[in-house]
């Protein structure tokens, strides 16, 4: 018998040897997935980069998105194309149009006629930015904005234009925008996650959103993205079951720890780690969330600044007013998708109501943000996945229209987050249909972002499967002209 305890003893092979080893220093890396400020060190990547450091000082903390999913047709919002009512009804030139890719929705169109606005422009502010009679809240803020005209893509679908600027690639399955600076930033507090989505719809076709759009990809889960309900839940599935409480949970989620290390030990998994990590965020976020989800305490001027709509759950006003809450506590990257702006047909209706939806609130937050000294630190975007064509869809009639989808140019804004304010970036042709000046790639506009967090794009890299991934893929540049 002892001779077996003797044997049993020695058998101790490579793998249980290195096994025992390491259980102190897994240890020491629960403590700080658990304690997060318990170890400071480089933690630098085979890439020289260290997670959660910028490479040099940000003029922004945060970037709230504002997305109009569908693409705003930028004719009837931001660019003002009289020549396009002058020849109203007439064949586009083919010098103009070119040899643009066109949708199936058109492919077998023999005319292309020209249609210019249904709606009026007039200047406003010190930068004379027209601005569409759609949008007369947005009008009073242009001296705040930085209105890009001269954006291009080369998707010509929703899919994968949508998921060609969240995440830089039109396949998907790669991190989006907010998890490459979740995974570049780290977060600022640590009872909300870095990375959030709103959702709302208007009236018009809705293009759908899907999960891939804020998903991690390669990176570890606690980049993803959580979305935020208009339910009773905020949060699916945060709330302890019936018969459980607090301690209760805190036990259960000690023991489950416990037991992950015991797997991360035999499998040396580190999403195993980041499974822990994010059961102790929504353990957190049981008292975070229901504090900032309530808007109660907001007080009249402010309802009264977003409008009515703000206090119905779901709308694009109470978001936008959520948005605010969520990064002035900490919240790195909130993304907002608001539906209905794809108007193929009806589109002097559609468009209207779809303004009318947004125009006061996302005018609001820029003003809210400005007004409580957050906007020079929060970078908030407004804009689509491409544009829409001069020409007109189906039939043309003076009551009616539509416009199908156009990747040659489209328009965005940028507010705050050190972006120049009260400044017109770009041009198009007199009949908006090619880039006249300052042309702006998607990846441009994403290395800009990440610029102004404080992240060299050609830097912030992630080796998956041999190969090294960035958000901008191997293109992009800074657009320095519109940095302050």
């Known amino acids: 018998m002892e001779k077996e305890i003797l044997e049993h003893g020695f058998n101790f092979n490579r793998r249980r040897f290195l096994s025992r080893l390491s259980l102190g220093l897994g240890s020491a890396a629960l403590g700080s997935l658990l304690i997060p400020d318990l170890f400071r060190g480089n933690g630098a990547d ?15 903390k945060r970037v709230i998105y504002l997305f109009q999913n569908g693409a705003p047709s930028q004719q009837e919002l931001f660019d003002y194309k009289p020549k396009l009512r002058e020849m109203w009804g007439q064949e586009i030139p083919p010098s103009v149009r070119g040899t643009q890719r066109l949708t199936g929705m058109t492919a077998n169109q023999k005319e292309f006629p020209l249609v210019g606005s249904f709606v009026d422009f007039k200047q406003y502010g010190q930068s004379r930015a027209w601005v569409s009679d759609l949008f007369p809240y947005t009008a009073k803020i242009v001296d705040d904005l930085c209105i890009v005209k001269s954006m291009y893509t080369e998707a010509i679908n929703h899919d994968p234009a949508l998921t060609f600027l969240q995440t830089g690639s039109q ?16 977060n600022e507090n640590k009872n909300l996650p870095n990375f959030t989505v709103l959702l709302s719809r208007g009236i018009g076709n809705g293009q759908g959103v899907y999960s891939k759009l804020w998903s991690n990809g390669f990176l570890d889960s606690i980049h993803q993205g959580v979305q935020f309900s208009k339910g009773e839940d905020p949060v699916l599935y945060l709330r302890d079951p019936e018969g459980m409480n607090r301690q209760d949970r805190r036990d259960m989620l000690d023991n489950l720890a416990q037991l992950n290390e015991m797997g991360y030990q035999e499998f040396g998994d580190p999403e195993i780690m980041a499974k822990v ?15 900032v989800m309530d808007l109660s305490k907001e007080p009249d001027d402010i309802i009264k600044l977003y409008g009515p709509d703000c206090l119905v759950p779901g709308t694009f006003a109470a978001n936008c007013l959520l948005a605010r809450k969520l990064s002035e506590n900490g919240v790195r990257f909130v993304q907002l998708y608001h539906q209905g702006w794809d108007q193929h047909g009806n589109l002097p209706f559609e468009i209207a109501k779809q303004a009318k939806d947004v125009d006061q609130a996302s005018a609001a937050l820029v003003t809210d943000l400005k007004q409580r000294g957050l906007l020079d630190e929060t970078l908030v975007i407004w804009g689509g996945e491409f544009g829409r064509t ?18 040659r140019c489209f328009t965005i804004w940028m507010a705050g987050g050190g972006i120049k304010p009260g400044i017109v970036y770009g041009e198009t042709d007199e009949m908006g249909y090619n880039i006249a000046s300052n042309p702006v790639h998607v990846h441009d506009f994403q290395a800009t972002v990440l610029h102004q967090l404080g992240l060299n794009h050609e830097k912030l890299i992630f080796k998956h499967l041999g190969r090294r991934y960035r958000l901008t893929d191997v293109s992009g540049k800074v657009v320095h002209d519109i940095i302050a």
């Open 171 to 186: 396949q998907g399955n790669r991190p989006s925008m907010g998890s490459w600076l979740s995974y570049g930033l780290g």
């Open 277 to 291: 990590k994010q059961y102790e965020m929504a353990y957190r976020m049981q008292t975070a969330v229901p504090d």
């Open 390 to 407: 001069s020409y007109t869809q189906g039939k043309l009639t003076k009551e009616n229209y539509g416009r199908d989808h156009h990747p």
């Open 46 to 60: 085979e890439e020289g980069f260290t997670p959660g450091m910028p490479h040099f000082a940000p003029k922004a």
